[in-house]
């Protein structure tokens, strides 16, 4: 029996494997449930065997001679998919009984698109956001169900529901594991890019529950970037949300105290900023600024996160630079969140009254109605005009609306201090 780092390695080995494992299956038999099934197989099979036999020099390949056995296995026994079984055990014929060299190159060619057909399936737009979160953390993450759900606060049957609702969605409409035409790729993409960023955004600011951010989330979003990246190179949006989720992700150390309680931007001790995702991230932008075209929103959003990283002090920020490309954003990407953070830098770079004529006239937006970050910017710079009452107020609103308790308590806090400065 092997020892608890031994298999600790072990099961860490088999989840670095497991997308491009599903992903392969995936292709040979045309049903993602299936694929995964098949994977699942292969997993317990390696649990037992490489505990005794040792860790095999191509443990993807290994994983996968085993899944495609049990799929001839699975087919011999379905008369129906006789030609699958066909097509399969040919290839599998070619393998021989071990991993053969052909094999491992065979592997390493058909890798990429793979996984490239998998991220596309996942996040196919048939499916519902939450359904394509939760379907992406499952097959390419290599979350459970468990701690996808733990991760969202969400009842574990809710996620597993989603789940398997999602593979008989894509079965029932016939959803083609592939790349798309090009003529469909731009929207398809940002489909899985809005897919990754949602994860991240959750991690990096969770809507709900005791903690405020959920770091596993991020990390996880941050290496699907990254695979994307690999993937795709010659899509200028693909480095731009690497970029941007890189160098949001080099904030996290310095982004809660030593309680865990929230610390904003302009508070944060940038010297816990992780310099390496910062170097990683400012690559990745100008590796999307060299494509050359347009800038698209994860571009932009990224040009704006890297303007805070070269700032080694808040009063460094160059705030103009970060009003004007939120002036861009605008028209790339008109929405009322990117306006009320457009209020923000306008109300740094030119003063508070800008960014509260701005944040007047958001007040009405029904997307905003119940957004607690609208009262709490708005309580900000009412504090910064001398606003005090009204300040407070909208920050006691803040934390009435906010469903984090983290957030609540800071929101909580800033009125308090308003409140016990005005008694003085």
């Known amino acids: 029996m092997t020892d608890a780092r031994t298999k600790a390695a072990i099961e860490t080995v088999i989840r670095l494997e497991s997308a491009r494992l599903i992903a392969g299956l995936a292709r040979y038999t045309g049903d993602i449930g299936l694929a995964e099934d098949l994977a699942q197989d292969a997993v317990v099979a390696a649990l037992e065997r490489w505990p005794v036999d040792g860790v095999p020099r191509n443990p993807g390949a290994w994983l996968m001679t085993v899944a495609k056995r049990r799929a001839i296995d699975f087919f011999r026994r379905n008369t129906e998919l006789a030609k699958k079984y066909a097509e399969i055990g040919r290839v599998l ?11 491992d190159q ?15 399936t996942a996040c196919h737009p048939v499916l519902s956001v939450p359904a394509r979160v939760a379907l992406t953390l499952r097959l390419l993450g290599g979350l459970t169900t468990v701690e996808i759900a733990r991760a969202y606060l969400v009842p574990e049957p809710t996620i597993a529901q989603r ?39 959750e991690g990096y600011s969770a809507t709900a529950g005791d903690d405020w951010m959920r770091p596993a989330l991020c990390a996880e979003a941050v290496r699907l970037a990254r695979v994307l990246a690999g993937l795709a190179p010659g899509e200028p949006e693909v480095h731009g949300l690497a970029a941007l989720l890189e160098i949001q992700a ?14 904003l931007l302009l508070d944060q001790d940038r010297a816990r900023w992780d310099r390496l995702l910062i170097r990683r991230g400012l690559d990745a932008l100008q590796k999307a600024l060299d494509q050359g075209g347009e800038r698209g929103p994860y571009v932009l959003q990224a040009s704006i996160a890297a303007c805070h990283a070269r700032a080694f002090h808040p009063e460094e920020t160059d705030w103009p630079r970060i009003a004007a490309l939120y002036d861009v954003l605008a028209e790339v990407m008109p929405s009322p969140i990117v306006e009320l953070n457009r209020a923000v830098a306008l109300s740094m770079a030119f003063g508070p009254q800008f960014g509260l004529d701005l944040v007047d006239q958001l007040a009405a937006e029904p997307a905003l109605q119940g957004y607690h970050l609208l009262p709490s910017v708005r309580g900000d710079l009412l504090s910064k005009l001398g606003r005090t009452d009204e300040a407070r107020a909208e920050f006691e609103r803040a934390a009435e609306l906010t469903s ?3 957030e609540r308590q800071l929101s909580a806090e800033r009125a308090r201090a308003i409140a016990d400065a005005s008694e003085q």
Do not use: C, H, M
Not at 169 to 187: D, G, H, I, K
Not at 250 to 263: K, Q, W
């Open 93 to 103: 014929a070619t393998d021989g009984e071990g991993v053969q060299p052909d094999f």
């Open 106 to 120: 065979a592997f390493a060619e058909d890798i990429d698109d793979d996984l490239l057909r998998l991220i596309f």
């Open 163 to 201: 789940i398997v609702r999602a593979k008989k969605t894509l079965a029932q409409a016939n959803v083609p594991f592939e790349v798309p035409p090009a003529s469909e790729r731009p929207a398809r993409l940002s489909s899985v890019l809005e897919v990754i960023y949602l994860i991240f955004n």
């Open 250 to 263: 080099s904030r996290i150390p310095a982004r809660t105290d030593s309680a865990g309680a929230p610390v």
């Open 404 to 406: 984090n308790e983290r």
